[in-house]
């Protein structure tokens, strides 16, 4: 792992030949532009390197080989997971520089070639990132490596290599956010490191606290902190850039995240194995906190919000009960049948605020709202919703160019009503125990004034991974920062 990865300033160290392999992906080929070295035409003759996505062969001191793949269906997903592998080649045998051989070959035009260079960025610094803020003195992992630096003759990829830099520290702080454990990460916590956020990206930060939050009438957000000694806040991270478009002058993104830094279940406790794993219930929340400090780096030149809606899910004297009715800030009144359906809860007062006081163009709120998105899409994708087409549609192609997809779930006047309650207006949870990831959209969205258009993206699934994972490995992913960040940028 490195402390600092960024772009040098000229061509130096390890020269990187990308190779792609035959369809059949049984042999190399050789790029006939390549810069001809004797030594890599016979480590690629001897018939050891394959020249698969990802695979590596260093050739003396000087010259790494690294497959690309065949070249049918090359992408930049592929190219982000070959950033992965050879960042942990190079973490391996410590190297400090990297200068791309033949770059130009990355695309056949700027865009693509920035895009080529994004990814494979993007997948170096992801791939060598890892959580040691907390390694002890039994530590048996290595020391930092202090610098990586990257450089390319292409100046497009080079281009790319700064924006995917950039990115990947974003999705890395969600990372760090999300892998940071619930002794430490309470919601005054997230409300600090919220602030080192915006200071650091020159953005205004405010924080709503617990007695604030109870005079505006955010009953959802208060009863499920209510529990915890560490009582709940909603945090506003505020960018404004000096130069807005034109064509931005009127549009505001608000980015709300379900940043709920445990959550036990509270009296509907989860079980024994249900439990481990809940820090990572802050996940929406993170991915906000580091697509805000990205569009700050970035300088997008439109006004963009970030709100956690921030919550620590407890047991104890103070909590809330199955069976409490209580009021929200848009007035409607919430029969908890649930204590564990806490994220829609917290979630329904940011967005009803939001809508009172942000004027927002357009609301995108992010969540590890429900275990059964698993259920229905398993780790392959987010769920989503969506109340308006041209929305839906930026949603949409921000996930596939970031790799990041989503699949639409339907939200019909049926499943609202789904919700309904016989001694309050609503339920948070329906007993019956039926498409949840539905019932969880349909609840929150009593809570978004309906001319303004809404996704909600359900990551439940999507926030962590096993090791299947090639270009994070095991852990939290930091899941939409790529994808919000994206949006904000396609719509600026
Ligand atoms: N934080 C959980 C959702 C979750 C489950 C995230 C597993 C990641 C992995 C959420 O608060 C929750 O408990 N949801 C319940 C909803 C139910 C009580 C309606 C669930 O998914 O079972
Ligand atoms: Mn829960
Ligand atoms: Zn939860």
């Given at each position: 792992?490195?402390?600092?990865?960024?772009?040098?300033?000229?061509?130096?160290?390890?020269?990187?030949?990308?190779?792609?392999?035959?369809?059949?992906?049984?042999?190399?080929?050789?790029?006939?532009?390549?810069?001809?070295?004797?030594?890599?035409?016979?480590?690629?003759?001897?018939?050891?390197?394959?020249?698969?996505?990802?695979?590596?062969?260093?050739?003396?001191?000087?010259?790494?080989?690294?497959?690309?793949?065949?070249?049918?269906?090359?992408?930049?997903?592929?190219?982000?997971?070959?950033?992965?592998?050879?960042?942990?080649?190079?973490?391996?045998?410590?190297?400090?520089?990297?200068?791309?051989?033949?770059?130009?070959?990355?695309?056949?035009?700027?865009?693509?070639?920035?895009?080529?260079?994004?990814?494979?960025?993007?997948?170096?610094?992801?791939?060598?990132?890892?959580?040691?803020?907390?390694?002890?003195?039994?530590?048996?992992?290595?020391?930092?490596?202090?610098?990586?630096?990257?450089?390319?003759?292409?100046?497009?990829?080079?281009?790319?290599?700064a924006h995917g830099l950039i990115i990947a520290d974003g999705v890395n702080t969600a990372r760090r956010i999300g892998a940071t454990p619930p002794n430490i990460a309470n919601p005054a916590w997230i409300a600090a490191e919220s602030k080192k956020?915006?200071?650091?990206?020159?953005?205004?930060?405010?924080?709503?606290?617990?007695?604030?939050?109870?005079?505006?009438?955010?009953?959802?957000?208060?009863?499920?902190?209510?529990?915890?000694?560490?009582?709940?806040?909603?945090?506003?991270?505020?960018?404004?850039?000096?130069?807005?478009?034109?064509?931005?002058?009127?549009?505001?993104?608000?980015?709300?995240?379900?940043?709920?830094?445990?959550?036990?279940?509270?009296?509907?406790?989860?079980?024994?194995?249900?439990?481990?794993?809940?820090?990572?219930?802050?996940?929406?929340?993170?991915?906000?906190?580091?697509?805000?400090?990205?569009?700050?780096?970035?300088?997008?030149?439109?006004?963009?919000?970030?709100?956690?809606?921030?919550?620590?899910?407890?047991?104890?004297?103070?909590?809330?009960?199955?069976?409490?009715?209580?009021?929200?800030?848009?007035?409607?009144?919430?029969?908890?049948?649930?204590?564990?359906?806490?994220?829609?809860?917290?979630?329904?007062?940011?967005?009803?605020?939001?809508?009172?006081?942000?004027?927002?163009?357009?609301?995108?709120?992010?969540?590890?709202?429900?275990?059964?998105?698993?259920?229905?899409?398993?780790?392959?994708?987010?769920?989503?919703?969506?109340?308006?087409?041209?929305?839906?549609?930026?949603?949409?192609?921000?996930?596939?160019?970031?790799?990041?997809?989503?699949?639409?779930?339907?939200?019909?006047?049926?499943?609202?009503?789904?919700?309904?309650?016989?001694?309050?207006?609503?339920?948070?949870?329906?007993?019956?125990?039926?498409?949840?990831?539905?019932?969880?959209?349909?609840?929150?969205?009593?809570?978004?004034?309906?001319?303004?258009?809404?996704?909600?993206?359900?990551?439940?699934?999507?926030?962590?991974?096993?090791?299947?994972?090639?270009?994070?490995?095991?852990?939290?992913?930091?899941?939409?920062?790529?994808?919000?960040?994206?949006?904000?940028?396609?719509?600026?």
């Amino acid at each position: 792992m490195y402390k600092n990865i960024s772009l040098s300033s000229k061509a130096q160290g390890l020269i990187l030949v990308p190779i792609h392999s035959e369809t059949t992906g049984k042999s190399p080929l050789w790029p006939k532009s390549a810069r001809a070295h004797d030594g890599c035409q016979n480590a690629v003759r001897a018939g050891t390197f394959m020249a698969e996505a990802g695979a590596t062969c260093t050739v003396g001191t000087t010259h790494m080989l690294v497959g690309l793949g065949p070249v049918e269906g090359f992408s930049t997903d592929r190219m982000r997971t070959v950033g992965a592998k050879v960042g942990r080649a190079l973490d391996k045998i410590s190297s400090s520089s990297i200068a791309i051989d033949n770059s130009a070959s990355w695309g056949s035009d700027a865009a693509a070639k920035r895009a080529m260079g994004g990814a494979f960025a993007e997948g170096i610094s992801l791939g060598t990132w890892r959580f040691d803020a907390l390694d002890g003195t039994a530590t048996k992992r290595e020391a930092r490596k202090a610098q990586l630096t990257l450089w390319a003759d292409d100046a497009a990829v080079r281009d790319g290599f700064a924006h995917g830099l950039i990115i990947a520290d974003g999705v890395n702080t969600a990372r760090r956010i999300g892998a940071t454990p619930p002794n430490i990460a309470n919601p005054a916590w997230i409300a600090a490191e919220s602030k080192k956020i915006a200071r650091d990206g020159k953005m205004k930060v405010r924080v709503i606290d617990y007695a604030q939050a109870r005079k505006l009438g955010m009953g959802g957000l208060t009863s499920v902190g209510q529990g915890s000694a560490i009582k709940p806040c909603i945090v506003v991270i505020e960018w404004t850039p000096r130069k807005i478009s034109a064509r931005n002058k009127s549009d505001h993104l608000v980015l709300v995240g379900k940043t709920v830094t445990y959550d036990t279940g509270g009296y509907s406790l989860k079980v024994n194995n249900g439990m481990k794993g809940m820090k990572y219930d802050k996940c929406g929340g993170a991915a906000v906190m580091g697509a805000m400090q990205t569009i700050a780096a970035l300088k997008v030149p439109m006004r963009v919000t970030g709100i956690l809606a921030v919550a620590e899910n407890m047991v104890s004297n103070d909590s809330y009960r199955p069976d409490d009715i209580i009021k929200l800030h848009n007035g409607i009144t919430v029969e908890v049948t649930n204590t564990d359906a806490e994220g829609r809860l917290v979630l329904a007062d940011a967005l009803s605020w939001a809508c009172d006081t942000m004027k927002p163009s357009a609301i995108v709120d992010i969540a590890t709202l429900t275990g059964g998105v698993g259920v229905a899409l398993g780790h392959f994708c987010a769920g989503y919703f969506c109340n308006q087409p041209n929305l839906a549609k930026q949603v949409e192609d921000s996930a596939t160019s970031t790799g990041e997809l989503v699949w639409r779930l339907p939200l019909w006047p049926a499943h609202q009503e789904f919700m309904r309650s016989q001694h309050a207006d609503i339920l948070n949870s329906n007993p019956l125990r039926a498409a949840h990831p539905i019932q969880g959209a349909a609840f929150l969205s009593y809570f978004v004034k309906p001319e303004i258009p809404w996704a909600h993206l359900d990551i439940a699934a999507m926030a962590t991974a096993e090791s299947a994972n090639e270009v994070t490995g095991g852990g939290p992913t930091g899941w939409g920062v790529r994808l919000l960040v994206d949006m904000v940028e396609q719509r600026s």
